[in-house]
C-alpha cells in the first residue's frame, strides 16, 4: 500500500537543471525520514541528501559535498511530495536517481530504508 513515485528524471547538458518529484503514498511523508539516492551502473545506490522528520524538529536538510550548494532536497506536505532541485548538473551526475523513506526521526546514510521508488534516470552531456 506505501508506495513512492519519481518523476522529472531526463537529458540535460551541463550546467543544467532538473526537478525530480517523489510522490508518496500509504505514507505521511512528514513523519518519516525522505532520502534521495543515487546509483552509477555497476554500482550500489548511495544517499546524496536526506530530509530528518519533522517530528525531528524541521531540521534543514543534509547533503553530501559533492552536490552541497548545487542540489535542494525540499517537502510540500499538503502534496505529499518531495522534491529534489538540482542545478548546475554535470556529467559525473549522471545517474539513476531513487527517493526512499524510513520510520526515524534522523536519515541514516546507508541503504536500508524502508520504502523505495522506482527510479527516474538522469543523464547529463558535456
Known amino acids: 500500500q506505501v508506495q513512492l513515485a519519481e518523476s522529472g528524471g531526463g537529458s540535460v547538458q551541463s550546467g543544467g537543471s532538473l526537478r525530480l518529484s517523489c510522490e508518496v503514498s500509504?505514507?505521511?511523508?512528514?513523519?518519516?525520514?525522505m532520502a534521495w539516492f543515487r546509483q552509477f551502473p555497476g554500482r550500489e545506490r548511495d544517499s546524496i541528501a536526506v530530509i530528518d522528520s519533522e517530528g525531528h524538529g524541521g531540521d534543514p536538510p543534509r547533503y553530501i559535498d559533492s552536490v552541497k550548494g548545487r542540489f535542494t532536497a525540499s517537502r510540500d506536505n499538503a502534496r505529499n511530495t518531495v522534491y529534489l532541485q538540482m542545478n548546475m548538473l554535470k556529467p559525473e551526475d549522471t545517474a539513476m536517481y531513487f527517493c526512499a523513506a524510513i520510520d526515524r526521526f534522523y536519515c541514516p546514510w546507508h541503504n536500508d530504508y524502508d520504502y523505495w521508488g522506482q527510479g527516474t534516470q538522469v543523464t547529463v552531456s558535456s
Open positions: 500509504g505514507i505521511m511523508s512528514r513523519d518519516y525520514c
